[in-house]
């Protein structure tokens, strides 16, 4: 009974000894954000960064990569080799975040526009071939007209991708036969015209195979 005792008072020491030390997170000494404080000469309890500190993952030192500019003007080259991969990276980023306004064409009449929101310039005008690459990534970043930026959603290596999918848009809208490879051209005769709605353009003799498709018979 007596050493039951005794190590009830030792456990009851250690709990108040413990209880003593004892303290709380939201009772520890520190400062409230922007509050006035006495401690420092300007009375400001939030102090300024340390010269020369950089957040973690904010150390820019490639400027061009993430403006896209020179000084003060947008330039007008890659930052990283243009791949196969970087493209079908800039075609999908471009389908998800550019497509509802500029269309997959980039003619300026995406789903949103044709529900009444401002139509922007299509990519294939001459300013816009004319302008640099960096230009695509500045607007991107930055926003222009009723253009919001887009630099929260999508990081900038994306943003370059995307950057240079556009340039392969405006190509392919206004190529010729001449800037295919030799060994990529396809024959004429296995060529198929489809004109637009109104555009005048008449097609040329389809194959009995593609009649009977278009008028919806079978064939044998």
Avoid at 212 to 217: D, H
Wanted: aromatic share 10%; net charge neutral.
């Amino acid at each position: 009974m007596l050493k039951l005792r005794k190590f009830s008072g030792l456990g009851l020491l250690a709990v108040l000894a413990l209880a003593g030390c004892r303290q709380d997170m939201h009772d520890q000494p520190r400062f409230k954000p922007l509050a006035k404080s006495d401690f420092y000469a300007d009375l400001r309890s939030e102090r300024p960064q340390a010269e020369g500190t950089v957040a973690r993952g904010q150390y820019h030192e490639d400027t061009y990569f993430y403006s896209g500019k020179i000084g003060s003007d947008p330039g007008d080259y890659m930052p990283f080799p243009v791949t196969e991969d970087v493209l079908a990276r800039g075609q999908q980023r471009f389908n998800i975040y550019c497509a509802p306004c500029h269309s997959r064409v980039g003619d300026g009449n995406g789903m949103i526009v044709q529900r009444g929101y401002r139509h922007p310039p299509s990519y294939h005008i001459d300013r816009l071939r004319k302008a640099p690459i960096g230009y695509f990534f500045d607007v991107m970043t930055n926003g222009f007209g009723a253009m919001p930026d887009y630099s929260a959603q999508v990081p900038p290596r994306d943003r370059w991708c995307i950057a240079a999918y556009i340039r392969a848009l405006q190509l392919s809208q206004n190529a010729t036969s001449a800037d295919v490879p030799q060994g990529q051209k396809i024959p004429s005769d296995n060529l198929v015209f489809r004109g637009e709605p109104g555009s005048g353009a008449t097609p040329p003799e389809m194959a009995p195979a593609e009649q009977a498709s278009e008028k919806g018979e079978g064939t044998k």
